[in-house]
């Protein structure tokens, strides 16, 4: 060959390897990317991996097939503890997000959470889905590590905190804090967005953490009939949930699309990609049908409501691919695990979880340990709580078994076994005692902040009674307040809604504008800061109450109340608005 065309064959050469690792983000210097996919209310049956006889998830299962599978990953048993965990690597019960509502929803907004790391090794953050670990200041997605998000308020779509008249096709969706209008069915638009900004992050040759956690398929069950009909019907006299396995089907569908992604941009090999789900399956329908054998679903601290598929795959990291782990791991153990394979600095840190690094390399087993799971509002001891060591597992403090060879739970071997029970009791009651000092620190709102004003809160948010849903929100019969840091001293204008802002509706409006579903004869209405303590009368028109409050800088509460004729407290203000 010519010594000019060896030169140019040569150079073409160098300029398609360099293309490629580029495009691909394929040199072994290159730092990890990361995608997160967590789904809501999607139970360890709900795939046809695991042998559900209706549920088609090809894509899914895909993924598995390529992937270090875990067989014993749990979780808790409802979604906000599940996230703060997978979040924060600490219990639910340290950092303080232990239930969906009642002022138990938010994250402490002094702990480190897994963004936050990514963003100090230089890595672009994205989130695109579910966030529901706090919806005012400062514990929103964008000021706890995420650089661009697209989210919502709340446990989903249709909640007492999301956008009004908000539904599953062409949402508004919070873009980087600003509700706004998007085209499309809910899943498919997270997915969309989530590939364009991947794109972007590529183009700028920068590492990227991508959080994908959906909304579906947590109820309100609603999906494109497409997805939903081929599993219109009943199985062996049980209803299928046809609208429930659609919004799987979509999803699974919206998985290959990624898949696709990942192949055709070169990304996929240095991609470490996760798949998990936030709790035991939502449907009372789908458990009938298929609950891989456990018991219990949603919201029970049994088995079948907080043990939960995990897949790992990362093809550089040449991680044992196709195996399964048996070893008993929890929610905690992701983010040192991503510590640990992206080297992301840990110094300090004292985390709950442990490293599976060594599990996914097929070269070291972990310690064996007893785990803790407990969630819910009051923090009382054993509510709700599990003790989980190797196969046994003792609930509510006098029911154990052993799932080894008792997977249903059906039989309570606590007097056959009392060593082991005893056992791990002791060891609830030191765990108990070490995280009850870190569950009653109070999470403040922020208010008179240059990052957050106005503020809204939510009731979804307050602590007091159980409203973060729509019922709720139409029986109006709740009451509860807020714990409030106030920033900057000042001349605050507080303004009390019954109905969301963007609704325009009147205090004493009903749900609808037709019937009297949901309206509510308020005549007076009290506002209560500190010392502040003052009622006005309202007027039938009247969308809302306005106060002007001069507060000091500092910690205080917000209450209101809401009075008719009588005098009799009817509710609190559902939506409170905060403005210096």
Known sequence: MKKGILNTVLAVLFLVLTSV????????????????????????????????????????????????????????????????????????????ATAVCQGRSMLRSDIKIMPQYFEDAGYATGLFGKWH??????????????????????????????????????????????????????????????????????????????YLPTNTPHEPDIVADEYAAPYKGSYNGTTIPENFYGMIANLDENIGKLEAFLKESGLRDNTILIFMTDNGTQSKYAQAIFNAGMRGRKKSVYEGGHRVPLFIRWINGKLHHGTDISELTEVQDVLPTLMELCKLNTKEENLDGTSLSGLLKGDKEIEDRMLVIQYNISGEKWDSAVVLWDKWRLTKKDELYNIANDPAQENNVIKQYPDIAKK???????????????????????????????????????????????????????????????????????????????S????????????????????????????????????????????????????????????????NILCGAMYVKVTL
């Not at 004003?453 to 009674?465: C, E, F, I, T």
């Not at 509706?505 to 009297?516: H, R």
């Not at 001069?550 to 910690?555: E, I, M, S």
């Open 21 to 96: 690792e580029t495009k691909g983000q394929s040199s072994v210097t290159q730092k990890p990317n990361v995608i997160l996919i967590l789904t809501d209310d999607q139970g360890y049956g709900d795939t046809s991996l695991y042998g559900n006889p209706l549920l088609k998830t090809p894509e899914i299962d895909k993924i598995s097939q390529e992937s270090v599978r875990f067989t014993d990953f749990h979780v808790a048993p409802m979604c906000t503890p599940t996230r703060s965990q997978l979040l924060s690597g600490l219990d639910a019960m340290r950092n303080g």
């Open 424 to 502: 791990m009791e002791l060891h609830y009651d030191e765990w108990y005692k070490k995280v009850t000092s870190d569950f009653n620190k109070k999470r403040h709102i922020i208010i008179g902040s240059e990052k957050a004003n106005p503020v809204m809160l939510y009731a979804s948010d307050w602590n007091g009674d159980y409203c973060d849903n729509p019922g709720r929100l139409i029986k109006a019969n709740g009451n509860g307040y807020w714990d409030i840091m106030v920033e900057k001293a000042g001349v605050y204008e507080i303004e009390l809604f019954r109905w969301s802002e963007e």
């Open 504 to 567: 325009q509706k009147t205090l004493i409006d009903s749900y609808d504008g037709k019937t009297e579903r949901g309206s509510r004869p308020i005549v007076k209405a009290q506002l209560l800061v500190g010392e502040y303590d003052k009622t006005v009368v309202t007027n039938a028109n009247d969308k809302s109450v306005t106060f002007k409050v001069k507060l000091n800088a500092g910690k205080t509460t917000i209450k209101s109340n809401l009075f008719d004729k009588d005098n």
């Open 133 to 210: 670990l706090g919806d005012s200041y400062p514990y929103r997605p964008r000021f706890r590590g995420f650089q661009e998000t697209i989210s919502f308020r709340a446990f989903g779509i249709t909640s007492l905190a999301d956008y009004w008249g908000n539904t599953y096709f062409d949402p508004f969706f919070m873009h980087n804090g600003i509700d706004t209008k998007f085209e499309g069915y809910c899943t498919d638009i997270f997915f969309e967005e989530a590939i364009s900004w991947m794109k972007k992050c590529q183009q700028e040759q920068k590492p990227f953490f991508l």
